[in-house]
């Protein structure tokens, strides 16, 4: 999020728009604010290297809060926005956070959290106001700090945390190159030439920013000198009239989105303006088939995946002809050499699923967590994980599911996404969660948890027709034994489903192996 020479080229051009209000940051205002808050975080003490945390919703000043902290050699923590005052408190501590960077909008949680957080000496608020040696009003601050760049520029980058689905949430270290900001990392150059970015490109974020995915594509689109439109959440209808609205060429999403514009009206839909759309990235979690063929028949070739853990184990791509040809494919290895161990340990045989190891394209380790860096790598130190399950198929690479969700029962192991994916794909679904339950017998049995699409019935009928399609589909071992409903499963706005919030509740005098 460096665009330096871009806001002396084109001062005038909007960096960002807030997509419901329509607010523009033009950008000499963006390069003038991330400068005022640069200096003041140097004259709050903070030196390269220190660590600093922004608690927020998708808003205007967003991106300009990681941006000061990417010239001036510190790690910056973006907190997701949906969590509450024990668990900031937790990423505070853990992350030896000494500024604080939050909104009106999450004051209360965050004045909760800083009880437990005593390392954080001063707490900037987005439209708020100064109140104590404590509390700043984040736009005054900002007044009285100049808006040229400050004299060490030096490059800073995300400290960003794991999502927490299976556990505390790990701060995720990256080493820190001593070079200018100016100057591009070898994968900016790369994801660059990937997704073909381009000076004038406009770039639509639907997720929120907080999480790795946004914050590589919106810093990269500005980087190149691109527009980037802020969705403050994501709807559908409202994500189709943004790409017409503003000539969209590039987005990126996640699989819960194509699925929730396909279940759109279909002539609404097909009256929708895409012409401008010329890249569309989707990752985070595996997309069904049937979900993606619909997305292509619709969009045309232009959906690109990749596969790529926060960590940055390794990196995986494919395009829409890539994928056509290798149907559920998360793309080609392209950064990394990947492994495929068993439980043992063992290369596993061809096709079958294992664990996906990385001899790592970047160097990482997780903040203050010396035991689970150790457990995520090899005995020789060469290699890495996150968990993941897959296989490799001519050279392309298929995901499975995360080994914490592997449900055993009766001694078969079985891994849910492809249920999941099945399920999601019905009429009747909107959403789907399958996972493992105690069982006398087998140990554990499927679970499906649904939710539905407004207007059908949870009832038994509804119960039976999808088990029914289940059973016309998988392997018998693979389908749900029963069927619970949920008005909405607990997924967080990245796409990724909090599985554990619900196994815990089947789970809660037993082990559920999700630690």
Known sequence: MYPNEYALQHPERPAVIMANTGEQ????MFEARANQLAHCLRDRGLQPLDHYAIFMENNAAYLETCAAGERTGLYYTCVNAYLQADELAYILQNSEAKLLITSTAKLAVAREALRQAPAVTCVLVVGGEDESSLFYAYESMLGEYPTEPVADEQLGTSMLYSSGTTGRPKGILRPLPKQKPADPLPLYTFLDQLWQYRQDMVYLSPAPLYHSAPQAATGLALRRGGTVV???RFDPETYLDLISRYQVTHSQLVPTMFSRMLKLPADLRQNKDLSSLEIAIH??????????????DWWGPIIHEYYGATEGLGFAACDSNEWLAHKGTVGKIILGEVHILDEQGRPAAPEVPGEIWFETATAFSYFNNADKTREATSADGKMST?????YLKDDFLFLTDRSTFMIISGGVNIYPQETEDLLITHPMVMDAAVFGVPNEDLGEEVKAVIQLVEGISADEHTSATLMAFCADHLARHKCPRSI????????????????????????????????
């Not at 940051?25 to 000499?28: E, F, G, K, L, P």
């Not at 996150?386 to 897959?390: F, K, L, M, R, Y």
């Not at 008005?487 to 990245?494: D, S």
């Open 230 to 232: 802020v969705m403050e």
């Open 386 to 390: 996150v968990g993941d399950v897959g």
């Open 283 to 296: 990752a985070a979690a595996p997309c069904p088939v049937a979900v993606k063929e619909q997305m292509i």
């Open 484 to 515: 619970d409903y949920e008005a909405e499963l607990p997924r967080l706005p990245t796409g990724k489903l909090y599985k554990r919030t619900l196994k815990d509740r089947y789970w809660h005098s037993h082990n559920s192996g999700i630690i």
């Open 25 to 28: 940051i033009t950008y000499r």
